[in-house]
């Protein structure tokens, strides 16, 4: 019984894995359109993704968007997420959940939305709306993540400080903050991953200048096959296992994600 | 404890980000899904119903809408049976299994859903990896048609939403007194026994907020259905994506989605009322 | 000379008063103790002199200077936290150095006064560790010394010791009331555990709904409580309501159903009026069948428990259940008495405590 029930979670973890294995594994493949397994290895569509402009800039893009959305982001949860935990009003509960309520609203509205506010006012900034987007939906997992963590201080810790002569907001700088910093980090990490990787806020807010690094895929999909897509998967795949393994290190990967 | 004022300070920019990217613009959204639409953000006369009875007056918007939602009841029935098995699987596992298993159940969440689209095409496809098979073994000489159908979705969305339905059940199992179970042995329960009267009714609450999760993540899901669902609308999120940018009828769109939005928080409340009425406490949140 | 001075101090949390109009003022020297069960206000009062809790009302002196409105910070006080609250991020050394390091002291004479500081709390070599290589003595120790290296007027304690095992508890006592003494610091500690209160304080305040309910020397409490509350927290197992039927010279006359008592007089009795009356345990003295009389009851025993050292009797003494408790007998299994035994119970005036109410 046991065994047939490992051999059930082992196909279920099969099924997890097969598409980022078999693309994988597909990138590496020399003809024209992705094998698995390969008839013929190479790199060649490596280096044929890296040289196509589209893909850089969009994944410069990427990268400034979401090192931006979650550097902005990261204060405000931070500064939210200590009122929450440490404060005492009438509320909070209440609070808590409008804030994390960009995790409810699905996205493609949230965007759809930020679209139709900033037509109707005019405001024609590509940049603001994307990144203003991207804070917005980066700043719940931070929010979450940091109170995680902050609700673990005992309060007394930082009192103690107190008594001892440290003002608020040394008391913050040397005690609370360094003893947060894990969560603050994994935090931020995660948040850089859900803005990187997010497609259906920034469909309806990017223009063919300003594009992601996932819409950019997504677009040459339409049109193309080849395993260029592959190789560039291959390398995300790479940093996002990277980062997963960052975080368990950390923090542990679940307190992040929440559930 | 912090001073009232402080805290004010402190949850001031948090708000301000929440009511000026999210409360005004649905406000915004919703407003304009009672107006009729001219090209973009430009509307002609006054406020009107007109769109909310085109959506659902016509049955081809109406079979958008049904598919959608069955296609995610699917979804979510599918990952509530195999997500209780990998949950359970994590929960016994031992201190060594426990990493790379989290990394493994979470990898959907942390690879880009274009990323695993792509895979599928790949596995799914006619001159695919388990059509080629197929054909390998001679089962079948012709490809069958697996990619952009219902199937292709519902095995899409199965994937992407396993760590929300693992989570949210591993969550609710990690809350059980171990020694229950001793106690249901020592009772006279086998394992079986012991997991349908005493694990699994605990374990109730973790499968309530997975499915919740699991149900408006999928009526929400826009890569999948437009990358494995074939061309044209055929779900909600799609559609919306049609008459926003292909049409360019702005207000119908916003109309489509004040529908998908109103679906979601219903999806949500209802949930939390089920919650508070069996006595515990808790919010929904992906 | 008074080195705290509580004034009229009242704390409301919602409808209930955490503290109700309390003033106490502490000797310079004195290690007072707030007693009382959870939620009587005592960790409030106590947060209160750290300025960990603003009153809403009253003033709060420390030296003779108004700190009312004056921030933790700027207190100079020492705290001692039942959760020792050490920094989990810092060795033992920084942990003890923060005080020092807020107050802007030089690096070198830092590492003097730790060292000091280390030695007087009896972990010389500890500095280099981090606290969750350390003990739960240790680290209350570590917690001592943190509070004591930056000369505080006055040392506040919250139950530092409720976490730590009894034997480990009854070490720790001696050290810091000797500690304590040695160095003539102002303490104010905050405990529920009386026997904790009477050996480590020079005085006691009961607490009660967030008032004092008595204040006094540990003895005074002990022998002469003032109240049924404090009493019954003290662990008076007899408490009667009693009527006064005479009132001669130096003694009172009460009666309580069939029992007859006679008590030493104390100011504000009237015959006729009712009154509560205490009386401990191991001041009945059992005894053979006799003649009832004041002070002198006739009952029967209801159960005999053995608990080592001592065993305590209930008895049933015509209505009036009674419990008294003596040395255990030696070589008899340790009941002199068995359930159903018939005896005789006597005290003696003195052991008469009256309640005024």
């Known amino acids: 019984m046991t065994r047939l029930f490992h051999f059930f979670i082992g196909l279920l973890a099969a099924f997890i894995l097969a598409p980022i294995v078999v693309v994988v594994v597909a990138s590496f493949s020399a003809r024209t359109v992705p094998e698995f397994p390969p008839s013929e290895w190479s790199f060649r569509w490596y280096e044929h993704a890296l040289n196509q402009a589209i893909f850089v800039n969009s994944a410069i893009n990427s990268l400034w968007l979401a090192s931006l959305a979650t550097l902005l982001a990261t204060p405000l949860a931070l500064a939210a997420a200590y009122a929450i935990i440490r404060g005492r009003f009438p509320g909070r509960d209440a609070l808590q959940t409008f804030l994390l309520a960009p995790l409810i609203v699905p996205s493609i509205v949230i965007g759809l939305s930020i679209l139709l506010a900033f037509a109707t006012l005019g405001i024609r900034d590509i940049g603001l709306r994307l990144v203003g987007a991207h804070v917005l939906i980066t700043f719940p997992y931070l929010v979450r993540t940091i109170m995680a963590s902050l609700s673990r201080l005992d309060p007394m810790v930082e009192e103690a400080a107190r008594t001892l002569g440290a003002t608020p907001f040394r008391t913050f700088m040397t005690i609370t903050l360094p003893l947060v910093r894990p969560g603050i980090i994994a935090g931020m990490l995660f948040a850089f991953i859900v803005s990187f990787d997010n497609v259906s806020l920034s469909l309806f807010l990017t223009n063919a200048r300003t594009n992601t690094l996932p819409l950019a895929i997504l677009s040459y999909l339409e049109f193309n096959f080849d395993p260029s897509i592959a190789a560039i998967s291959t390398m995300l795949v790479t940093v996002s296992l990277l980062v997963a393994v960052l975080l368990e290190r950390i923090v542990g990967l679940r307190k992040v994600v929440g559930g | 404890m912090l001073k009232t004022r402080s805290g004010v300070l402190l949850l001031a920019p948090a708000i301000l980000l929440m009511v000026a990217l999210l409360v005004l613009p649905v406000g915004y959204l919703i407003r304009f899904s009672f107006f009729l639409g001219q090209t973009g953000v430009q509307t002609t006369g006054g406020f009107t119903l007109a769109n909310y009875v085109k959506l659902f007056g016509d049955g081809f918007y109406l079979a958008i809408l049904w598919k959608t939602l069955w296609v995610s009841f699917v979804v979510t029935v599918i990952s509530a049976v195999t997500g209780y098995p990998l949950a359970h699987f994590m929960w016994k596992a031992s201190k060594r299994w426990r990493a790379p298993f989290t990394i493994l159940v979470l990898s959907p969440l942390l690879v880009s859903i274009v990323i695993s689209s792509y895979g599928w095409i790949v596995i799914l496809g006619n001159n695919g990896v388990i059509n080629q098979l197929l054909q390998y073994l001679g089962l079948t000489t012709a490809p069958i048609k697996l990619m952009y159908t219902n199937f292709a979705i519902v095995v899409g969305l199965v994937h992407i939403v396993t760590p929300f339905m693992v989570l949210s059940i591993l969550a609710a199992l990690e809350k059980i007194d171990p020694l229950l179970s001793e106690a249901s042995a020592t009772l006279g329960a086998n394992r079986f026994r012991t997991l349908w009267y005493v694990i699994l009714p605990l374990a109730l609450p973790g499968i309530g907020a997975g499915t919740t999760i699991v149900f408006s993540l999928a009526i929400s899901a826009y890569v999948t259905p437009a990358v494995m669902g074939g061309s044209g609308p055929n779900f909600i999120t799609t559609l919306i994506y049609h008459q926003f940018v292909t049409l360019f009828n702005w207000p119908f769109g916003s109309t489509v989605a004040a529908v998908l939005l109103a679906v979601a928080l219903t999806v949500v409340f209802l949930y939390v009322r089920v919650l508070s009425r069996l006595g515990a406490g808790g919010a929904v949140t992906r | ?357």
């Open chain 3, 1 to 357: 000379m008074t080195a705290v001075s509580l004034q009229d101090i009242t704390k409301t949390y919602g409808d209930t008063r955490a503290i109700d109009n309390l003033s106490l003022e502490i000797a310079s020297g004195e290690f007072l103790t707030l007693l009382g069960p959870s939620g009587c206000g005592k960790t409030t009062t106590l947060r209160a002199v750290a300025g960990l809790v603003m009153q809403d009302s009253g003033s709060v002196k420390i030296g003779g200077v108004d700190l009312s409105s004056v921030p933790t910070h700027k207190r100079n006080i020492g705290m001692v936290f039942q959760s020792h609250a050490l920094f989990p991020h810092m060795t033992v050394a920084d942990n003890v150095a923060f005080g020092l390091r807020m107050r802007g002291m030089p690096k070198p004479e830092r590492l003097a006064e730790v060292e000091k500081a280390l030695n007087l709390v009896r972990l010389p070599d500890f500095g280099s560790r981090f606290p969750n290589q350390l003990s739960g003595g240790q680290q209350q120790r570590v917690a001592l010394a943190r509070a004591l290296v930056i000369n505080p007027s006055v040392l506040l304690l919250d139950e530092p010791f409720g976490a730590l095992d009894r034997k480990l508890r009854e070490t720790m006592q001696v050290e810091l009331r000797e500690l304590t003494r040695r160095i003539g610091i102002t303490a104010v500690f905050v405990t529920h555990d009386q026997e904790e209160a009477l050996m480590l304080s020079d005085r006691i305040a009961v607490m009660n709904a967030g008032r004092i309910e008595q204040l006094g020397s540990p003895a005074a409490i002990f022998e002469a409580p003032a109240t049924r509350f404090v009493a019954d927290f003290m662990g008076v197992a007899n408490l009667i309501r009693a009527r006064v039927t005479a009132i001669d010279g130096a003694n009172v006359q009460l009666e309580a159903g069939s029992l007859r008592l006679l008590a030493p007089k104390v100011e504000g009795l009237a015959t006729g009026g009712e009154i509560d009356v205490a009386i401990r345990a191991e001041r009945m003295a059992l005894d053979a069948p006799g003649v009832a009389g004041e002070n002198a009851a006739r009952g029967t025993i209801l159960s005999a428990v053995y608990h080592g050292n001592l065993t305590t009797y209930e008895i049933d003494a015509g209505g009036q259940n009674l419990t008294a408790r003596e040395a255990s007998a030696q070589g008899t299994g340790g009941t002199r008495f068995r359930a159903g035994d018939q005896v005789m119970l006597r005290w003696t005036p003195e052991a008469v405590r009256l309640l005024l109410s």
